[in-house]
């Protein structure tokens, strides 16, 4: 199962490194990895996905909790939290498919930010499933290139005062 | 009236070198093992003046299996200091070795200049990378005003929690300035917080568990020794008459000698220990990993048991085996709470009343296979016969430190370990070539206590180079080596599971190892024949000045047994 987790770490020399390793060393799987400074430039936060079964995911959780730049790890998982990536799309757009391909932009709230004679660059931002299906619809015209961000998340406000 | 301020060495400008022995004698170091070299040539101009001991090693990887020693037998951390390069890639294997038994060491190795890291400089290799798996922490000091909370914290981890190696990299740059030196009183460090109380929700969960149980065993590991915690596990048993065994790191953590202790368990661990396991209704793991050596296959381990596991550290809880009670702390603070658990009279003396049943079917198993070889007082020297001597002779009163392979778990089943820190044996990683090493190392921590390393005569030539240390600081270790001319676990896999194809296993061209011992300045002594051993083992006790290495000419096609084969339960057991 795709779990998202947040890790709050020490902003110091050697810490992407230390996670990283963690994961490659035992085994565990990274689909996405985000990491930038948080309010307070001596902690970043970073934001993995990953996947695995339930015995997996609680040895990810307690072995990154055993790092000692780890201050702390949330699984969102089960709970209410707002996901994003952004996606950068470089697609065909000849004079034929140009009207079609702006109305699947619009239709999915984007944005065209690069324009050329032969390419526009979709930027894109949403949860993933949003993402790929973009991906999904502007493949048949010729996708040049794609660059995805990677996860990030934050959890829902409660809704009561 | 107001107070004059003392002027101190604290408030004084010094250099990064000076820095560095300063903090050591704070944190109460009062021995290091170390190599020198260009990039930590500050510091060793500082040692000259010797403000601490120094022990001079001759190989990298010697320095820190000595620290590690030291530190398993004395339970203060292990202080070694090497160059950089090739002086801190040689210390790789023995901080994996301390890191996979949890021993806490502090590994100070030399940088190139700041200016120059990066730029594959000479004797440049980026230490800090490397160890990154195998340390519990390690630091790069890009700044000399950095340098006492570094060395603070660094010891601070190596000892807290569950222990383990730090590193601490120290460029060449940093080791010449100059800063104010200010030790920190103390350490906090926001987001390492180790729990060392038990939760006392679980401990009562588990007590009653416990007595509700018919079939109890304590499973007690290295976390015993490391938490010091060998009185409460002995009266935590006792208590409740619960029958303990330990695995290998866990040797001397409950008297090797006492009515309730049925051995080691795991692959070759005794009959009643792997059948009292593999038939208990209620485990107790105590400061334990359940590693495979100890599991045999995973999904029998334990089939009919409710599982308490007591560890300080939460990744080992669920790891291998699910756990039912699980109990994060510190096992010593664990164990005094749950005896205070325990509840009064009645309850306990019916549960205690209800283990005789169990107590004799344990009764029943050690005396059906016991640890046993056969002995033919005019064929060759069996192994397990010179370790069954060396305990006589010795009355147990020994620091035991062991290579790996055969040597290593026939020094598990033939020497009783009554005490705490007197089996000394890389557990985890398995690294022949510890032995001798860790046994100067203790050696150094107690000068008068007698240490013997049981040894191959594969294992010992790993670091053999080390015997000019032990000459140099006149310390008399005893290195017993079963000289067998293989490398013996390696051929008894062969011959069991490799259909006796003995592909590379014959080390039969070696040195004499009299003449070797002899050649450095070190005694020599050989047995050739049964009735030999004792009158070696107590010539080599005489000697107090200098290293012995005695030469046991033993049976080459001795197996070690019982066995349960790799991937097989525990009760399928080969026995002699």
């Known amino acids: ?161 | 009236m107001p107070v004059k301020k003392k002027i101190n060495a604290e408030v004084e400008k010094m250099t990064g070198a000076r820095m560095f022995i300063e903090c050591l004698l704070k944190e109460g170091v009062d021995t290091i093992f170390g190599f020198p070299g260009g990039a930590v040539l500050p510091i060793y101009d500082v040692l000259f003046d010797e403000p601490l001991n120094h022990i001079l090693v001759r190989h990298e990887q010697g320095a820190v299996h000595m620290a590690d020693g030291y530190a398993r037998a004395s339970g203060r951390p292990g202080v070694v200091l090497v160059t950089s390069g090739p002086g801190a890639t040689n210390t790789v294997t023995g901080i994996a070795t301390a890191y996979m038994d949890s021993i806490p060491v502090v590994v100070f190795t030399g940088q190139v200049p700041t200016a120059l890291i990066g730029n594959d400089a000479f004797q440049e290799a980026d230490i800090v990378g490397i160890t990154r798996p195998c340390t519990k922490h390690n630091y790069l000091v890009k700044d000399v005003e950095e340098l006492p909370r570094i060395i603070k914290e660094a010891f601070y981890i190596a000892t807290t929690g569950r222990p383990g190696p730090v590193l601490v990299d120290l460029p060449k740059d940093v080791l010449t300035a100059t800063a104010r030196f200010q030790y920190p009183e103390k350490v906090s460090i926001e987001s390492y917080q180790p729990t060392y109380r038990g939760h006392p929700g679980q401990i009562k969960k588990a007590i009653d568990f416990i007595l509700k149980s018919r079939r109890p065993v304590i499973y007690s590991g290295g976390g015993v020794l490391l938490s010091n915690a060998s009185r409460e596990l002995k009266t935590f048993a006792e208590k409740l008459g619960i029958p303990t065994t330990t695995t290998l790191m866990g040797l001397g953590g409950f008297p090797g000698t006492h009515p309730l202790f049925m051995g080691m368990l795991g692959m070759h661990g005794t009959y009643c220990a792997n059948m009292a396991v593999t038939d208990t209704d209620c485990l107790i793991a105590v400061g334990a990993r359940f590693d495979d050596r100890v599991t045999g296959k995973i999904d029998e381990f334990a089939p009919y048991a409710g599982i308490i596991h007591i560890d300080i550290d939460p990744t080992s809880i669920s790891k291998n085996v699910k756990v039912d009670i699980p109990i994060v702390g510190d096992v010593k603070e664990v164990l005094k709470d749950m005896v205070r658990a325990i509840p009064m009279q009645k309850a306990t003396s019916e549960f205690k009343a209800g283990l005789k049943e169990w107590h004799d079917q344990v009764e029943t198993w050690a005396n059906t296979h016991k640890l046993t070889y056969k002995f033919d007082p005019n064929g060759k020297i069996k192994p397990q016969y010179v370790i069954e001597k060396l305990y006589e002779v010795t009355g147990g009163d020994a620091i035991i430190t062991t290579e790996v392979g055969q040597n290593q778990m026939w020094a598990a089943q033939f020497f009783k370990y009554k005490k705490p820190r007197t089996f000394l044996t890389s557990g985890g990683l398995g690294t022949m070539g510890f032995g001798f090493p860790a046994a100067i190392g203790a050696q150094v921590a107690f000068p008068k206590k007698t240490v013997i390393d049981i040894a191959g005569d594969g294992s010992i030539q790993m670091n053999i180079q080390e015997l000019a240390t032990a000459v140099q600081y006149k310390l008399p270790v005893k290195v017993a080596i079963l000289n067998n001319m293989v490398l013996g676990m390696v051929r008894q896999w062969q011959e069991l599971f490799y259909d006796k194809r003995y592909s590379h296993t014959c080390v039969s061209v070696a040195p004499d190892y009299v003449k070797l011992a002899e050649s450095y300045g070190a005694v020599g002594l050989r047995a050739v024949k049964p009735d030999e051993v004792v009158d070696v083992i107590k010539e080599a006790m005489k000697v107090k000045d200098r290293p012995v290495f005695m030469d046991f000419k033993v049976e080459p096609f001795e197996d070690v047994y019982p066995m349960v084969p790799a991937g097989q339960p525990l009760n399928k057991m080969l026995i002699v």
């Open chain 1, 1 to 161: 199962m795709r779990h998202t987790i947040s890790v709050l770490v020490q902003n110091e020399f050697g810490v992407l490194s230390r996670i990283s390793g963690l994961f490659s060393g035992r085994g565990f799987n990274i689909e996405s990895l985000t990491v930038a400074e948080t309010l307070d430039s001596k902690i970043s936060r970073m934001t993995i996905v990953t996947s695995g079964d339930d015995k997996v995911l609680e040895q990810i959780n307690k072995q990154l909790n055993k790092l000692i730049n780890v201050i702390k790890v949330h699984d969102f998982t089960g709970e209410e939290h707002i996901e994003r990536e952004l996606a950068l799309i470089k697609v065909n757009a000849n004079a034929e498919n140009r009207a079609e391909i702006l109305s699947i932009v619009d239709i999915f709230r984007a944005k065209v930010v690069d324009v050329s004679p032969r390419y526009y660059t979709v930027e894109i931002t949403g949860d993933r499933e949003k993402a790929s299906a973009m991906v999904e619809l502007l493949r048949p015209f010729g996708i040049k290139e794609i660059v995805r961000t990677g996860s990030v998340a934050m959890a829902r406000s409660p809704k009561q005062k």
